[in-house]
């Protein structure tokens, strides 16, 4: 079973950053893509970043392209989120998931193991 655990949430102002952690235990998470979601007060929970297992390959959300950067480190068991620019339309809970299927998609299907959240609240 793989657990996953975020971290780095919190307050900001509009424009400024933020950067997510995601850490992996119980398993390597190295064989996984890793997935970032976000669900929203009131909305349907979607899909922000995604990375293939060798750190190569990403996806992005294009709300998102260009202000947030997705990454990994495999030794460390850990994902990150860098989220610059950040815009008050950004405010949501933000889910780490990983991905056994291979394929770097944005469907939450494809997604077996989830975190349990961390709060992000930008503030205009």
């Known amino acids: 079973q793989l657990r996953l655990v975020e971290s780095g949430g919190g307050l900001v102002q509009a424009g400024g950053s933020l950067r997510l952690s995601c850490a992996a235990s119980?398993?390597?998470?190295?064989?996984?893509?890793m997935g970032w979601f976000r669900q929203a007060p009131g909305k349907e929970r979607e899909f922000v970043a995604a990375?293939?297992?060798?750190?190569?390959?990403?996806y992005y959300a294009d709300s998102v392209k260009g202000r947030f950067t997705i990454s990994r480190e495999n030794g460390k068991n850990t994902v990150v989120l860098q989220m610059n620019s950040l815009k008050p339309e950004d405010t949501a809970v933000y889910y780490c998931?990983?991905?056994?299927?291979?394929?770097?998609?944005?469907?939450?299907?494809?997604?077996?193991?989830w975190g349990q959240g961390t709060h992000v609240t930008v503030s205009s």
């Open positions: 119980g398993r390597t998470s190295s064989g996984y893509v």
């Open positions: 990375i293939g297992w060798s750190g190569t390959g990403t």
């Open positions: 998931a990983a991905n056994p299927r291979g394929a770097i998609v944005r469907s939450s299907t494809w997604y077996d193991y």
